[in-house]
């Protein structure tokens, strides 16, 4: 009886970590297989976005922003920045950029480091602005609702 006892122990720990053994094996490329999550930011519409500069750069580069009215295709626009330059300059440049990529439709004002941007009328459609790259060092970008 003692010996029907091990041998049934043995067959079951031997058929436990068989199939033990086949899960793993069939599971482990599914684990493989999956994609790192990665997130995605919603683009945020508004009728008026303000962007603050701060700091001085301390070596030349550039950014680069999207302006997209809602349901219309995106216009991409790069502002070149100098060693040096500091933030009232390149808010003076982002008013030059982001008024060329707008157009007739909304309106852009510079005051001292900060671009405000809004609609020129409500007919128009609401808009977003984004920072796609950013290549600079020692200047900071804040984009935010007016």
């Given at each position: 009886m003692r010996q029907t006892i091990n041998r049934f122990r043995g067959l079951s720990t031997t058929i436990a970590v068989g199939a033990f053994i086949c899960v793993v094996i069939t599971s482990t490329p599914v684990f493989?297989?999956?994609a790192a999550g990665?997130?995605?930011i919603p683009t945020?519409?508004?009728d008026a976005f303000q962007v603050v500069i701060s700091g001085k750069s301390q070596t030349a580069g550039t950014f680069t922003m999207v302006f997209?009215?809602?349901k219309e295709e995106g216009t991409q626009f790069t502002v070149n920045v100098i060693q040096?330059?500091?933030?009232?300059?390149?808010?003076?440049?982002v008013t030059k950029e982001l008024t060329l990529a707008a157009g007739s439709r909304y309106k852009v004002k510079q005051n001292g480091n900060k671009v405000v941007i809004r609609r020129v009328n409500?007919?128009?459609p609401a808009f977003a602005l984004?920072?796609?790259e950013q290549k600079l060092s020692g200047?900071?970008?804040?984009?935010?609702?007016?």
């Open positions: 493989a297989q999956e990665t997130a995605t945020v519409y508004r997209t009215p809602l040096g330059m500091g933030k009232k300059r390149i808010a003076q440049d409500k007919q128009e984004e920072i796609t200047v900071s970008l804040m984009i935010g609702k007016k």
